[in-house]
């Protein structure tokens, strides 16, 4: 059946701010689905609280409601809007909660909206753990052994009956909220009372543990008249025990026989068919036991997915933008050049390459957390490599990681203790991939691996093959190394920092020796099909083969470097600016190609760039995307530190960096040179000191004085940022980021105890400077600016003191030759404004204005970029109405026992944003109360 006609404006609901288990695959998933109704000329209305996402912005929908989640914003969009519909199934677990409110306040009935892409009834199967397994049990597919509990003694009833060891489910969380094993009686009173107090309505399904099962998931979509395609397999790295969240992933499936794979196709689509008959996407999810083959339903997601993302970049077939194709009516087989350009939607995807995705963690950030990986999801981001096979693509992957690993392994970083590896490997961590690498190349044996990990036998056996092709290439210094043993180190995922690390020679050299022997990267089309139909998707990544399938256009044409992985202190907010760089450039005339390796975001959307290359953020890659395409120049304004890192590299390369040269960059850096900078100036900064080691740094302390605000240099979100008050807790300090950091510089600023802390975002162009927005936080100086709430326009700075942060915004912006974006941080003490820092980029709170004041300033600054525009040219009219105040968001749920306590180190993960029309709101009283109540403590 064609399109619903009747269907003319459809509600989105969004998934709110960014937590962990719920992350920006749904902005992702959300934005797309907006692109494909307003395709089909539907009027789409968005509701989200998260500020720093393309979802929300003008570009996305028809109108966006930047308001609070709940059934009183649902009621005041439907009143001013004629809504014949309403789409729950792109906004994650919130979304879909917050549809189920409203069905149950009888809303949608109230204002004839339907709900289209999921029905009610799927979603309360799936999501009430006993109604899930008795429909399983009805339908003939194996569940674990186990009940539901809504009381402490019906759990230990359960528990009796069953034997340990357990698992416990809570019924309605995300992200494994207060799941978790047990395998002793005295632990389970604590893990059954956690997770009934997590569960919304206190039920958990208390069931038998399948430890070590090995785990997948089938990604699905059905339409209106039942057909089913399976759009991807993913097969879990990580046996069961670690939250598909944290667990590396693969796909296609590798150690799957056909007559399984076969079975758990009909069991999925059996699963599908029995919560209801609606069409849209699904995520089912098995386990396999890896002796029998007995295969065991685990749960099932009638909506888009963390997975679905995955699955969507892995091939090629965007599934949030069929789906709500499906939803408005159409059936597969009628949505003809939707994917390939050439072919309907009505096709599974094959695949001639592997995809490996890992997890990005932030443990760092939550001192004494505990890192163990279990049901309770903890990574806060990802990234995706792609190869033509296994080995490859987890080499790219760990090189997408930026945790300092040129890859898997050969970067002299190894683990030598055998007790710690052999913890490891028991008990997963975010490391653990790293460990047995270094237990194969200790020798470890592999029974021994292999029995501690549960991890499949065809994993581990791919990993010690590069140990012993690592032990063949050490024989060989660079001028004797045979070229098809070099081709197959490069085939295998290997980077040239690594292959130098094991003949002892620098990166420059292999690459110099393997260009002598023809040994070249091409790039490969992710076509979805195997190159089994005609793909005009312009969506790429890199191979050692012969033909390259990157046609490279003679037009004028702009590389953006994206920000990777998302983790605190650089989340999406630098994604959403990556993707008005795009878009402002192409309005340029100019051709656009995006580099980035994160599979959650809309920049790497196949249809966002003119062209996007899928690969890390990893020098090498880079570099050789440039020598192939030879751009204009790339930008590194837009992609956070992951980019600006990358600045030094092009700048001695001779490659053009758009806006704000290296210099500039780098000045703002240098602590020395900018204070020099701002003394020039006559703009006030606290005293500072640059120590390389803890002596001099105790020495420094003396002449500037406790307390003390001590950070290393080039980092983001304030990592490993601290106050200290004596020098014991100085040099211990010290050591600690010497620690982590080998070699950096480390800055020491007099910290102005009480001041109040405000920043500034402003656009240059070199002569003239236009301040888009300052922003005041409610907390005083030492917490940092992204845990902070934040107030725009400022609630109580004087008319002397907003004088000063313009004239220095201004001065500072034209004195570091700013062409771009830049970012400026103050504090206040006396009336008395001093500079903290100042960063010549895009910022967190770029996003923030520009939903707050209605207007697109990253397009105008990159305008500027591309020197097609000054700031005189723009006639900025910012809608200036009231109060926006941005509202940081944290995961600690997922850390119980860390320290909470806020500082200088950023450990939020999101932010919503609120509207006030003056200061004696009750939200904003409420909050000013609150904030400074807990800072007085």
């Given at each position: 059946m064609p399109r619903d006609r009747s269907i003319r404006s459809i509600l989105i609901i969004g998934s709110g701010p960014i937590v962990i288990g719920q992350a920006c695959e749904f902005d992702y998933a959300g934005s797309q689905a907006a692109r494909s109704l307003r395709e089909e000329g539907i009027e789409v209305i968005l509701i989200n609280s998260n500020p720093a996402t393309i979802m929300t912005d003008p570009v996305t929908a028809d109108h966006v409601y930047l308001k609070p989640l709940t059934k009183g914003s649902i009621k005041e969009i439907l009143q001013k809007h004629n809504i014949d519909a309403v789409l729950p199934t792109m906004g994650g677990q919130t979304a879909l909660n917050l549809a189920i409110d409203c069905d149950k306040a009888g809303i949608w009935d109230q204002f004839g909206v339907k709900i289209i892409g999921v029905d009610i009834a799927a979603i309360d199967t799936t999501e009430d753990r006993e109604k899930f397994r008795l429909k399983m049990i009805e339908i003939g597919v194996n569940v674990c052994k186990g009940d539901t509990a809504t009381s402490f003694l019906k759990g230990k009833e359960i528990a009796q009956e069953i034997g340990f060891p357990l698992v416990i489910r809570p019924s309605y969380t995300l992200g494994g909220s207060g799941g978790g094993f047990v395998h002793t009686a005295e632990e389970f009173d604590k893990a059954l009372n956690h997770g009934l107090q997590t569960s919304p309505i206190h039920e958990v399904l208390v069931e038998q543990s399948i430890l070590g099962w090995k785990e997948y998931e089938l990604e699905l979509l059905r339409d209106n008249l039942g057909n089913i395609i399976i759009i991807c397999s993913i097969e879990n790295f990580d046996p069961m025990g670690v939250h598909t969240g944290d667990s590396i992933t693969v796909a296609p499936a590798m150690t799957l026989p056909d007559t399984v794979y076969q079975e758990m196709r009909n069991l999925a689509k059996r699963m599908m068919n029995a919560i209801g008959m609606f069409a849209g996407g699904c995520n089912v999810q098995f386990s396999v036991n890896p002796q029998t083959d007995e295969i065991i339903g685990i749960e099932i997601n009638p909506r888009v997915s963390r997975s679905s993302a995955l699955a969507s970049k892995a091939t090629g077939y965007p599934i949030a933008k069929i789906a709500a194709k499906l939803a408005i009516g159409y059936n597969l087989h009628e949505l003809d050049n939707a994917i390939t350009g050439t072919t309907s939607a009505f096709f599974e995807p094959a695949l001639d390459y592997v995809i490996v995705k890992i997890p990005r963690w932030n443990f760092d950030k939550f001192e004494g957390s505990d890192r163990k990986l279990g049901l309770q999801m903890k990574s806060v981001g990802e990234v995706m490599g792609i190869g033509r096979n296994f080995q490859e693509a987890l080499q790219k992957a760990c090189q997408s990681l930026e945790i300092k690993r040129n890859g898997l392994g050969a970067d002299g970083k190894e683990l030598t203790k055998q007790a710690e590896i052999l913890y490891s490997l028991e008990h997963p961590s975010w490391d653990r991939l790293f460990h047995i690498y270094d237990a194969f190349k200790l020798g470890i044996p592999f029974k021994t691996i292999q029995n501690l990990t549960k991890i499949d036998k065809w994993f581990l056996t791919q990993i010690e093959e590069l140990i012993l092709l690592e032990n063949e290439i050490e024989k060989f210094k660079i001028d004797t190394i045979p070229a098809d043993l070099l081709r197959t180190a490069k085939e295998k995922g290997y980077a040239d920092r690594q292959l130098g690390h094991l003949m002892d020679c620098w990166e420059s050299e292999?690459?110099?020796?393997?260009?002598?022997?023809?040994?070249?990267?091409v790039y490969k089309l992710v076509d979805t099909c195997a190159a089994e139909f005609e793909a005009k998707t312009p969506y790429y990544y890199s191979a050692f083969d012969t033909e390259n399938e990157s046609i490279v256009s003679d037009k004028k044409k702009i590389i953006v470097l994206g920000s990777g992985p998302n983790r605190i202190g650089q989340g999406i907010e630098f994604d959403y600016s990556c993707v008005h760089g795009i878009l402002a450039a192409k309005e340029c005339g100019y051709?656009?190609?995006m580099i980035n390796c994160n599979p959650e975001t809309v920049s790497t959307d196949f249809d966002v760039a003119d062209k996007l290359y899928f690969e890390p953020v990893f020098w090498e890659h880079i570099y050789e995307i440039i020598l192939l395409e030879k751009p204009e120049g790339v930008i590194v304004q837009l992609g956070g530190q992951t980019a600006l890192k990358l600045a030094e590299k092009l700048e001695k390369n001779g490659i053009k960096i758009l806006g704000t040269s290296y210099d500039a960059l780098d000045l703002a850096e240098d602590r020395g040179s900018f204070s020099s900078l701002l003394k020039d100036n006559d703009i006030p900064y606290p005293q500072f000191g640059v120590a390389e080691d803890a002596e001099t740094a105790i020495e420094l302390s003396k002449d500037i004085g406790f307390p003390l605000?001590?950070?290393?240099?080039?980092?983001?979100?304030?990592?490993?940022?601290?106050?200290?008050?004596?020098?014991?807790?100085?040099?211990s300090h010290i050591i600690d980021i010497l620690k982590k950091i080998p070699g950096n510089k480390v800055l020491l600023d007099h910290f102005l105890d009480g001041a109040i802390e405000a920043e500034a975002d402003a656009i240059c162009d070199g002569e003239d400077v236009y301040i888009i927005g300052i922003m005041q936080h409610i907390e005083p100086a030492g917490i940092h600016s992204g845990d902070s709430y934040a107030v725009l326009p400022p609630y109580n700075l004087g008319d002397l003191i907003v004088k000063q942060i313009e004239t220095y915004t201004k001065k500072i912006a034209l004195a570091l030759r700013t062409v771009g974006l830049i970012n400026i941080q103050f504090a206040i003490k006396d009336d008395k404004v001093y500079i903290i820092e100042a960063n010549p980029r895009a910022s967190r709170t770029v996003p923030f204005i520009c939903k707050a004041y209605q207007e697109p300033y990253v397009n105008y600054a990159v305008k500027v970029m591309l020197g097609e525009k000054k700031v005189k040219d723009f006639k900025f009219n910012p809608v200036k109405s009231g109060y926006a105040i941005k509202e940081p968001v944290f995961s600690f749920n997922k850390f119980p026992n860390v320290n909470k306590e806020l500082g200088p180190e950023m450990k939020s993960t999101g932010e919503a944003?609120?509207?006030?029309?003056?200061?004696?709101?009750?939200?904003?009283?409420?909050?000013?109360?609150?904030?400074?109540?807990?800072?007085?403590?």
């Amino acid at each position: 059946m064609p399109r619903d006609r009747s269907i003319r404006s459809i509600l989105i609901i969004g998934s709110g701010p960014i937590v962990i288990g719920q992350a920006c695959e749904f902005d992702y998933a959300g934005s797309q689905a907006a692109r494909s109704l307003r395709e089909e000329g539907i009027e789409v209305i968005l509701i989200n609280s998260n500020p720093a996402t393309i979802m929300t912005d003008p570009v996305t929908a028809d109108h966006v409601y930047l308001k609070p989640l709940t059934k009183g914003s649902i009621k005041e969009i439907l009143q001013k809007h004629n809504i014949d519909a309403v789409l729950p199934t792109m906004g994650g677990q919130t979304a879909l909660n917050l549809a189920i409110d409203c069905d149950k306040a009888g809303i949608w009935d109230q204002f004839g909206v339907k709900i289209i892409g999921v029905d009610i009834a799927a979603i309360d199967t799936t999501e009430d753990r006993e109604k899930f397994r008795l429909k399983m049990i009805e339908i003939g597919v194996n569940v674990c052994k186990g009940d539901t509990a809504t009381s402490f003694l019906k759990g230990k009833e359960i528990a009796q009956e069953i034997g340990f060891p357990l698992v416990i489910r809570p019924s309605y969380t995300l992200g494994g909220s207060g799941g978790g094993f047990v395998h002793t009686a005295e632990e389970f009173d604590k893990a059954l009372n956690h997770g009934l107090q997590t569960s919304p309505i206190h039920e958990v399904l208390v069931e038998q543990s399948i430890l070590g099962w090995k785990e997948y998931e089938l990604e699905l979509l059905r339409d209106n008249l039942g057909n089913i395609i399976i759009i991807c397999s993913i097969e879990n790295f990580d046996p069961m025990g670690v939250h598909t969240g944290d667990s590396i992933t693969v796909a296609p499936a590798m150690t799957l026989p056909d007559t399984v794979y076969q079975e758990m196709r009909n069991l999925a689509k059996r699963m599908m068919n029995a919560i209801g008959m609606f069409a849209g996407g699904c995520n089912v999810q098995f386990s396999v036991n890896p002796q029998t083959d007995e295969i065991i339903g685990i749960e099932i997601n009638p909506r888009v997915s963390r997975s679905s993302a995955l699955a969507s970049k892995a091939t090629g077939y965007p599934i949030a933008k069929i789906a709500a194709k499906l939803a408005i009516g159409y059936n597969l087989h009628e949505l003809d050049n939707a994917i390939t350009g050439t072919t309907s939607a009505f096709f599974e995807p094959a695949l001639d390459y592997v995809i490996v995705k890992i997890p990005r963690w932030n443990f760092d950030k939550f001192e004494g957390s505990d890192r163990k990986l279990g049901l309770q999801m903890k990574s806060v981001g990802e990234v995706m490599g792609i190869g033509r096979n296994f080995q490859e693509a987890l080499q790219k992957a760990c090189q997408s990681l930026e945790i300092k690993r040129n890859g898997l392994g050969a970067d002299g970083k190894e683990l030598t203790k055998q007790a710690e590896i052999l913890y490891s490997l028991e008990h997963p961590s975010w490391d653990r991939l790293f460990h047995i690498y270094d237990a194969f190349k200790l020798g470890i044996p592999f029974k021994t691996i292999q029995n501690l990990t549960k991890i499949d036998k065809w994993f581990l056996t791919q990993i010690e093959e590069l140990i012993l092709l690592e032990n063949e290439i050490e024989k060989f210094k660079i001028d004797t190394i045979p070229a098809d043993l070099l081709r197959t180190a490069k085939e295998k995922g290997y980077a040239d920092r690594q292959l130098g690390h094991l003949m002892d020679c620098w990166e420059s050299e292999v690459f110099n020796k393997r260009k002598e022997l023809g040994i070249n990267r091409v790039y490969k089309l992710v076509d979805t099909c195997a190159a089994e139909f005609e793909a005009k998707t312009p969506y790429y990544y890199s191979a050692f083969d012969t033909e390259n399938e990157s046609i490279v256009s003679d037009k004028k044409k702009i590389i953006v470097l994206g920000s990777g992985p998302n983790r605190i202190g650089q989340g999406i907010e630098f994604d959403y600016s990556c993707v008005h760089g795009i878009l402002a450039a192409k309005e340029c005339g100019y051709e656009t190609i995006m580099i980035n390796c994160n599979p959650e975001t809309v920049s790497t959307d196949f249809d966002v760039a003119d062209k996007l290359y899928f690969e890390p953020v990893f020098w090498e890659h880079i570099y050789e995307i440039i020598l192939l395409e030879k751009p204009e120049g790339v930008i590194v304004q837009l992609g956070g530190q992951t980019a600006l890192k990358l600045a030094e590299k092009l700048e001695k390369n001779g490659i053009k960096i758009l806006g704000t040269s290296y210099d500039a960059l780098d000045l703002a850096e240098d602590r020395g040179s900018f204070s020099s900078l701002l003394k020039d100036n006559d703009i006030p900064y606290p005293q500072f000191g640059v120590a390389e080691d803890a002596e001099t740094a105790i020495e420094l302390s003396k002449d500037i004085g406790f307390p003390l605000l001590v950070r290393p240099s080039y980092v983001l979100g304030g990592q490993s940022m601290k106050i200290v008050i004596n020098e014991q807790e100085l040099e211990s300090h010290i050591i600690d980021i010497l620690k982590k950091i080998p070699g950096n510089k480390v800055l020491l600023d007099h910290f102005l105890d009480g001041a109040i802390e405000a920043e500034a975002d402003a656009i240059c162009d070199g002569e003239d400077v236009y301040i888009i927005g300052i922003m005041q936080h409610i907390e005083p100086a030492g917490i940092h600016s992204g845990d902070s709430y934040a107030v725009l326009p400022p609630y109580n700075l004087g008319d002397l003191i907003v004088k000063q942060i313009e004239t220095y915004t201004k001065k500072i912006a034209l004195a570091l030759r700013t062409v771009g974006l830049i970012n400026i941080q103050f504090a206040i003490k006396d009336d008395k404004v001093y500079i903290i820092e100042a960063n010549p980029r895009a910022s967190r709170t770029v996003p923030f204005i520009c939903k707050a004041y209605q207007e697109p300033y990253v397009n105008y600054a990159v305008k500027v970029m591309l020197g097609e525009k000054k700031v005189k040219d723009f006639k900025f009219n910012p809608v200036k109405s009231g109060y926006a105040i941005k509202e940081p968001v944290f995961s600690f749920n997922k850390f119980p026992n860390v320290n909470k306590e806020l500082g200088p180190e950023m450990k939020s993960t999101g932010e919503a944003i609120y509207f006030i029309d003056d200061l004696m709101d009750d939200y904003f009283m409420k909050i000013y109360s609150e904030r400074n109540l807990y800072l007085s403590r």
